[in-house]
């Protein structure tokens, strides 16, 4: 099992993250950019369990924020944060896999973006960036699916299935990071290496 330091973990996210957030042309504040790095170098340690209980918890994310929402909630504000925190990684770093469940991406979008908009106005510290998030919480989401995209293609089993989703949805940012690889899709043809 291959270990890796915190700071090289936040440090490829980083780039990864910035170099999706400007390729899609979003207009990220550095603090926002670096709650989503921190949020993804978190998600993906094994030593973080906050971060992956509230990817790993199998309830519905309506539900949950549901009762995030319920006065009854001992914690509101973290349970809200998990859920929004979720949503933005289903919807955005793990969409493939997200999408196994035949969710549609607006799920992710709604549900994020309202736990984070509701967060934005209950955090003094963090409002900021949970407003800007829950403004663009699509366009964050799609710079997560990038980097997730990015990640996925680093096997020739996720080239192969990268492939396989540009030849059914033609996705332009798909079919960019496939050209990065240096695969030819040629409009009507079969694609090939170069």
Do not use: N
Not at 18 to 31: F, G, I, R
Not at 96 to 110: E, F, I
Not at 179 to 194: A, F, I, T
């Amino acid at each position: 099992m291959a270990v890796i330091a915190r700071a090289s973990l936040v440090e490829y996210f980083k780039v990864q993250v910035e170099a999706a957030l400007a390729s899609q042309q979003v207009p990220a504040s550095e603090d926002t950019a670096h709650y989503v790095v921190q949020l993804l170098a978190d998600s993906v340690r094994q030593d973080m369990p906050g971060r992956a209980a509230a990817l790993l918890d199998p309830r519905p994310l309506a539900l949950r924020l549901a009762d995030a929402l319920d006065e009854r909630c001992p914690a509101p504000g973290r349970a809200l944060r998990d859920v929004a925190d979720a949503a933005l990684l289903l919807g955005g770093y793990f969409k493939a896999r997200a999408s196994v469940h035949g969710l549609p991406s607006t799920y992710y979008h709604r549900l994020g973006g309202f736990a984070y908009g509701t967060l934005g106005h209950e955090s003094q510290v963090l409002a900021p960036i949970f407003s800007d998030l829950a403004a663009r919480f699509g366009q964050y989401a799609e710079a997560l699916g990038e980097v997730g995209q990015r990640a996925g293609m680093q096997t020739p089993s996720g080239l192969v299935r990268a492939l396989e989703q540009w030849q059914q949805s033609r996705d332009r940012v798909t079919e960019r990071l496939l050209v990065e690889r240096g695969m030819v899709l040629p409009r009507g043809g079969r694609p090939r290496l170069q």
